[in-house]
Structures are given as C-alpha cells and as structure tokens.
C-alpha cells in the first residue's frame, strides 16, 4: 500500500497552467513599455524638463522621465529584432548624457541573441523580476473582508490615495529575493502621479470608513495591467490586497480584457498571494544595467573605431 507524505499543501488544483507563448509575452511586453512611454510623457509635461525622452528600440522603448525615476529604464525589447550597434550607441549616449544608467527589463522570452549583445557591450545582470498572469475567464468571484469596501478612487482624494499607496510603499514586504532598488518618498509619489496621468485608474479600499489601502489598473491590447497595490501598515492582514485584487479583476473582465498581469519580486509575499489567487508564472524578465562611465567609453571607442583612429 502506497502512502502520501503530508507535506502540509493543499492539493493542487485541477487546471491547467496558463501558457505563455512568445505572442502573448510581446502583447504583454509592448503595453509595458507603452505605458513606460505614456508616464515618461506625462512627467516631462509636469516638470517641463528638456532633458527626458522617450526613444523607440527594437520593438521597446527607452526612457527617462527624471532623475531617480522609476521610469529611467528600456522596457519592451526584444520582440521587434535584435537592436543595431548604432541604435544601442544612441540609447546609451542619451543616458549617460542623463549622468543615468541604461537599465533594461529583458524579458527571458525574448529574441536570445540580445542577452549576449549586451553582455558583450557591458552589461551586468544585477536582479530578477517575475510577471504573472490570469486568464480573466476563469477570475475568481470578487470578495471582500467585513466592514470593508472596495471603488473606484474620485478626483477629490487624489491626495488621500496618493498618502495610502506611498505610505504601503515606503513599508516593503521583506519576504522573497529585495529589490535592487530603493526610491525615495518624493520620488514615490511624483511616479505614482505620473501613472494617473497616463491613464491608470485609481481604486481605494475602506476599512470601516478609513483608507485602508489603494492600487491601480491600466487596460490595453486586451491586457489588464495591475500597476501596485498597496495597504497601509495599520490594516494589514485584513484582506486589503485581496479585495482590491478582486474588484480590479472584476472591471478587466466586464471591459473584455483577456488576460491580467503583475509584476512582483521574486519569492515575494505579492508573488504568493497572486497565485493563491490563481495567477500563473508567465516569465521572467532579467535585469541588467550598465553605468553612464561605461557607456560613454564604449561610445567613445566605437566613434574612433568609425573614424580609423
């Protein structure tokens, strides 16, 4: 007689893991680096500074919204070709003119001979992020603990959503693989302005009339984009995040959207929580950075190589 090692699981569900083929990842991929462009834009329009852009590279995008931003960053490449020498100099010049470094989100489904351009040219993996995925017709059925609420956030509490989320975010969960990077408050909260005015819908959640937490969500190409979610710590486990998940849910499928997708750490508690919400590993994205010194030398080299000296 066989026996079963209670390992302390639950059994596993019987479904079949959402796949991610090389389509879905470029779909996925391309609405990243729009809205990477879309809140570069919509930074640049509120500091009026001269020194941002936002630059098209091999189906992705380049960007640099200000300095500290979360937005300083190439997102999208590599489904649209593998990036010239010149195109790759180009990038790097407007960067290190920045005095910022290239960082580019690769995705591991990506055309493979990129990585090792750019190992080649410099670049030094430095983190991992993991994307996840729900096929929105099998979402679970909206819930929410007693005595809280879940709607969309209005106009006149901008600054009340704006307090909850950068609040969450200035108290990071410590479970799973830290981010390579730390932003500061201010830094926190003009990025968190720039996705409303790029287009991200803002919801709160109440906790017996108190903002207890706040997140956000972008639709586009039939994607539902979770960008953050955050509780403030005096309300945490108490099904905050849960119930800001399913209300989010719940608007992708009734606009159409097929598939929602969030970005989290590695190993991270938000990374357990959206598959215990039935979120599947889609893939990973690899990060990999080279600094402005770097850069301007290797740019330097490749114009003398043009020139024969």
């Not at 489904?79 to 690769?106: H, K, N, T, W, Y």
């Not at 720039?194 to 706040?214: E, M, N, P, T, W």
């Not at 849910?249 to 039935?278: F, H, M, W, Y």
Request: aromatic fraction near 4%.
């Amino acid at each position: 007689m066989t026996h079963r090692r209670n390992t302390g699981l639950a059994a596993p569900a019987t479904r079949s893991p959402l796949f991610c083929d090389i389509d879905l990842a470029e779909r996925i991929e391309r609405v990243e680096a729009q809205l990477a462009a879309t809140a570069t834009e919509a930074a640049r329009r509120r500091t009026t500074d001269t020194s941002g852009f936002v630059i098209p590279i091999a189906g992705g995008v380049a960007t640099f919204a200000e300095e500290g931003s979360p937005f300083n960053k190439v997102a999208g490449l590599g489904f649209g070709g593998v990036p010239s020498a010149a195109a790759l100099d180009d990038m790097e010049r407007a960067f290190a003119a920045c005095g910022a470094p290239v960082q580019i989100e690769l995705a591991h489904l990506a055309d493979p001979a990129i990585g090792a351009l750019l190992t080649e040219r410099g670049y030094r993996l430095v983190s991992f992020e993991n994307v996840l995925g729900l096929a929105l017709e099998r979402a679970p059925k909206g819930v929410a603990p007693p005595g809280a609420q879940v709607r969309r956030s209005g106009d006149d509490e901008l600054e009340a959503w704006l307090d909850v989320v950068v609040e969450g975010v200035a108290h990071p969960e410590t479970q799973g693989v830290p981010s390579h990077e730390e932003f500061p408050r201010e830094i926190v909260e003009r990025a968190e302005r720039d996705f409303v005015a790029a287009g991200v819908a803002r919801y709160v959640a109440l906790r017996d009339g108190v903002i207890a937490g706040g997140a956000g969500l972008r639709m586009a190409e039939g994607v539902a984009q979770l960008t953050g979610a955050a509780t403030a710590p005096a309300h945490r486990r108490r099904g905050i995040q849960s119930a800001l998940l399913s209300a989010r849910l719940a608007d992708a499928a009734a606009a159409d959207c097929d598939i929602a997708v969030v970005t989290t750490q590695p190993g991270s508690k938000s990374q357990e929580n959206a598959q215990r919400r039935g979120f599947d590993l889609l893939y990973t994205r690899a990060v990999l950075v080279k600094q402005p010194d770097f850069a301007l030398e290797h740019v330097a080299t490749r114009a003398r190589q043009r020139r024969g000296d």
